[in-house]
């Protein structure tokens, strides 16, 4: 299938910064010139190839399974399925049949949102990952006849999660409403992070200049697919922890928004209108767990 046109995501436009409230406005001030991720979808199935050292799945921990599954289910129409796995209780979100994201209840803590990175050797990743400084977050468990993954927190403490197929290449449906639309990460030194990445899965690095960043938009990509991005934190944006966030693609913003306040959730940030992109916002579930919505200009 051929790939769609280049096109521009921005999370955040800092054109008009008085726009937004809060001292935490500033989180998705990135802008990134991409070719969008080509859509590997078999005729008649739900395969979905994904190649080593891209983002390959999205995963939701929280220590209240059936409230996530609640929530979610409501909000983007996703069907849960429980499937075995040595960490415990695993679910995998479905829309029509096809794998979107993945539950794992934890015991304690807020619910959070975790990118995972297709590697092909899970223990030989890890400790690379270590030697440049990772440690590792939970410790490697098993979906049956999925994956074998395995969570670590890098060198500033941002966690990710690294995806060794076993049965399954990873989501089924990606850069359609309601799946995985774009991965980008949050860092006060990128420079330093981004050797550690590109260190450890082999990415290539263009840098962006803007006219809304005082110091651009860094892309990462494997071969010709631009596969994240990465934001400078400015000291004046205030308290704004470095992560990795997913933004969802969604067909109309402000019905979704509408329904994660009737289902309990509230807003992170103000709106976001991206000139000849979208539509972004920043929102909480109804367990305080952050999540990206973006609706792209059609």
């Given at each position: 299938m051929a790939a769609p046109a280049d096109r521009e995501l921005h999370p955040g436009d800092r054109s008009d910064a008085d726009r937004f409230a809060g001292k935490r406005r500033h989180e998705q001030a990135g802008t990134v010139r991409r070719r969008a991720r080509r859509r590997r979808v078999q005729p008649g199935g739900h395969t979905l190839t994904h190649v080593l050292g891209t983002f390959c799945?999205?995963?939701l921990v929280s220590s209240d399974e059936a409230s996530a599954k609640q929530f979610y289910g409501d909000l983007f129409g996703w069907t849960a399925v429980d499937v075995p796995a040595t960490s415990g209780s695993y679910s995998l979100f479905q829309i029509d049949g096809q794998v979107v994201a993945g539950l794992r209840t934890i015991p304690r803590g807020k619910p959070r949102?975790?990118?995972y990175v297709s590697v092909e050797r899970l223990t030989l990743a890890l400790?690379?990952?270590?030697?440049?400084?990772?440690?590792?977050?939970?410790?490697?468990?098993?979906?049956?006849?999925v994956a074998r993954m395995a969570t670590l927190r890098d060198p500033d403490g941002r966690a990710v999660g690294l995806w060794e197929a076993n049965g399954r290449s990873g989501v089924d449906r990606q850069e359609l409403p309601g799946s995985?639309?774009?991965v980008e990460m949050l860092a006060h030194d990128v420079s330093g992070a981004t050797h550690f990445?590109?260190?450890l899965f082999g990415w290539k690095v263009r840098e962006r200049r803007l006219p809304h960043l005082k110091h651009g938009y860094?892309?990462?990509?494997?071969g010709d697919e631009s596969v994240g991005?990465?934001?400078?934190?400015?000291?004046?944006?205030?308290?704004v922890p470095e992560r990795w966030q997913i933004l969802f693609a969604v067909t109309d913003l402000d019905r979704i928004i509408d329904q994660t306040h009737r289902l309990g959730g509230?807003?992170?940030l103000a709106v976001i209108e991206v000139p000849d992109v979208g539509r972004c916002a920043s929102l909480l579930d109804d367990r305080q767990g952050l999540f990206f919505a973006m609706q792209p200009k059609t």
């Open positions: 799945f999205a995963e949102w975790i990118p400790g690379i990952a270590e030697g440049l400084g990772a440690r590792l977050g939970d410790t490697p468990f098993e979906v049956s006849g995985m639309w774009w990445y590109s260190t860094t892309v990462y990509s494997v991005g990465a934001i400078r934190i400015e000291p004046n944006w205030g308290n509230s807003d992170d």
